[in-house]
């Protein structure tokens, strides 16, 4: 069973940058996609990026891209969400999410979920 803790959420200023991490437990976490998503109040959960489970390969939502990167350690099971240039309208809870059915946009791939992690951008 695989279990998700994410952390690094915080209030920024716009034009700042975050790091959140994903810490990851259970021993199948290298052969697990791992997505970030997030959700703000209001809206519906939303894709923000994904990883393949030998790093090589990453997907973005148009949103975020050239802004975020994801990346994943596998020898420490954490997978980081590294954001930057960040707007008002990030502003949201962000969950990672592990899938083993490869890099999808939809939640509905992934089947293990964190906590969330509350990222706050004031424009």
């Known amino acids: 069973q695989v279990q998700l803790v994410e952390s690094g959420g915080g209030l920024v200023q716009a034009g700042g940058s975050l790091r959140l991490s994903c810490a990851v437990s259970?021993?199948?976490?290298?052969?697990?996609?791992m997505g970030w998503f997030r959700q703000a109040p209001g809206k519906e959960r939303e894709f923000v990026g994904a990883?393949?489970?030998?790093?090589?390969?990453?997907r973005y939502a148009d949103s975020v891209k050239d802004r975020f990167i994801i990346s994943r350690d596998n020898a420490e099971s954490t997978v980081y969400l590294q954001m930057t240039s960040l707007k008002s309208e990030d502003t949201a809870v962000y969950y990672c999410?592990?899938?083993?059915?490869?890099?999808?946009?939809?939640?509905?791939?992934?089947?293990?979920w964190g906590q969330g992690t509350q990222v706050t951008v004031s424009s």
């Open positions: 999410a592990a899938s083993s059915l490869g890099i999808h946009f939809s939640s509905n791939y992934y089947s293990v």
């Open positions: 990883i393949s489970w030998l790093g090589g390969l990453t």
């Open positions: 259970g021993r199948t976490f290298n052969k697990n996609t």
